[in-house]
């Protein structure tokens, strides 16, 4: 079968780099194929990966051009945006990462590289920055091929158990001839899968898992039950934060990575603020689809930063915990409501385990109340629409929450909407809650 590459897009100024233009991403081992060659040249400076939703211009405007890598973005809710990420950066980002595994010990004698099995889209950060690393490895390690298995997964259909153990078997072996530590990164919705099924392939999904040096996990909250029981299974999962605007996860097990900083502006009386990031990592900007840059959430000078869209608090020790973001905040009767609270109580009651199998949380406009709080979800087979709207506020009025916070209506789903790698798109959520 002949491999698709990606392909250089259009004309460009005298001495500029090519953008590169993989094909669209079908999940196929060609197409990873694609992505990861496209990512190797870029990572080596002969050209810049283009992944945007619009075509790349012909000239970087001022301020971004040092472009390598743009991605697209477009967070939980909004449409989507072009992020420009400049090679230093994603280095940073890269380095930083391995310098945390090799000081905790997860991989010291590697300095804190290794072999990567990619199971997200390389269309997003998260996937661009698996295959990236696979190739920082090659480079530090004076490697001959990026540290990714031969031949690439193929990622078509429904990820389950037995999928999941297809893939990793080979890989696993791949790396333990090369001498490497295995690492992977997944979404929640696949980790939830693995260590919450109860057949015989779960098991064995689980045990393989168990052999990765790490598995990072991001992209989505992650619910509290599902990381417990991933560690109880002695899985080595390090949960994740972070954005295309920062070129990936920054923040690892709630704690920065090595030169990254992060602060609160304006924290109200309970400690929360909105999250800025001062790091290495960050982007350069944004790209519109008329050729022009945004810069503005970013602030100048050798030590930049972002002010980040989320709600946040920041423990004595640093220790990250966030809440959501500041656009997602509901204000029913004059009194806020952090939406991830509400789903966070659903997720964690006992009296809904096994019945409702996701939520989101969104503000409907209401005349009264300013806006009233609605959940959307997905039940388990053989629960009845009709009883959800009873059967989660009944379960809510036994938890913490106050009385303001509880859904005033549920609807039934049979997904919800997302976007992105996993992402609840709150947007559509709120869309089919008023309708």
């Not at 669209?24 to 990572?43: C, I, K, T």
């Not at 964690?348 to 409907?364: C, E, H, K, N, Y």
């Amino acid at each position: 079968m002949t491999r698709a590459e990606p392909r250089p897009s259009g004309s460009r100024p005298s001495g500029a780099l090519p953008w590169l233009v993989p094909p669209p991403d079908d999940s196929s081992a060609d197409s990873l194929h694609a992505h990861s060659a496209a990512v190797g040249e870029m990572l080596a400076g002969r050209a810049r990966l283009w992944l945007g939703p619009f075509a790349p211009p012909a000239q970087l405007p001022p301020g971004l051009e040092d472009t390598a890598l743009v991605v697209p973005t477009s967070g939980s809710t909004g449409g989507a945006k072009a992020v420009a990420l400049s090679r230093a950066a994603l280095l940073a980002s890269q380095d930083a990462t391995a310098q945390l595994l090799a000081a905790d010990g997860t991989a010291p004698d590697t300095a804190g590289h290794g072999f990567w099995l990619p199971l997200l889209p390389p269309t997003h950060i998260a996937g661009v920055q698996v295959l990236a690393r696979a190739h920082r490895t090659a480079q530090v390690l004076g490697l001959d091929r990026p540290a990714l298995p031969e031949p690439l997964p193929e990622r078509r259909g429904h990820f389950d158990a037995a999928a999941f153990v297809a893939l990793a078997e080979p890989a696993l072996a791949q790396a333990e001839q090369a001498g490497l530590p295995a690492f992977t990164s997944l979404v929640p919705t696949q980790l939830t899968r693995i260590v919450t099924g109860a057949t015989g392939a779960d098991a064995r999904a689980r045990a393989l898992l168990r052999r990765f040096a790490a598995v990072l996990v991001g992209g989505a909250a992650t619910g509290p039950d599902v990381l417990a029981r991933a560690r109880g299974q002695r899985i080595a999962v390090r949960t994740t934060y972070g954005s295309s605007e920062t070129a990936g996860g920054c923040v690892y097990d709630r704690h920065p990575l090595p030169g990254v900083e992060l602060g609160l502006e304006a924290p109200d009386a309970s400690g929360a603020g909105r999250l800025r990031i001062t790091s290495p990592t960050l982007a350069l900007g944004y790209l519109t689809a008329d050729g022009s840059a945004d810069t503005s959430p970013f602030t100048a000078g050798p030590r930049r930063s972002v002010l980040t869209s989320d709600l946040a608090e920041l423990d004595d020790d640093g220790a990250l915990t966030v809440l959501g973001r500041a656009d997602d905040v509901i204000i029913t009767g004059g009194r806020k409501v952090l939406p991830q609270e509400v789903e966070r109580a659903i997720e964690r009651s006992l009296m809904l385990r096994g019945l409702v199998r996701a939520s989101v949380v969104v503000g409907v406009a209401d005349p009264d109340w300013g806006q009233r709080v609605e959940a959307l979800v997905t039940l388990a087979p053989g629960i009845d629409p009709a009883e959800a709207t009873a059967l989660v506020r009944s379960a809510l009025r036994t938890s913490d929450l106050p009385g303001h916070m509880l859904p005033k209506r549920v609807h039934v789903l049979e997904q919800l909407p997302l976007r992105g790698i996993g992402k609840v798109d709150r947007a559509a959520a709120r869309r089919l809650a008023e309708q």
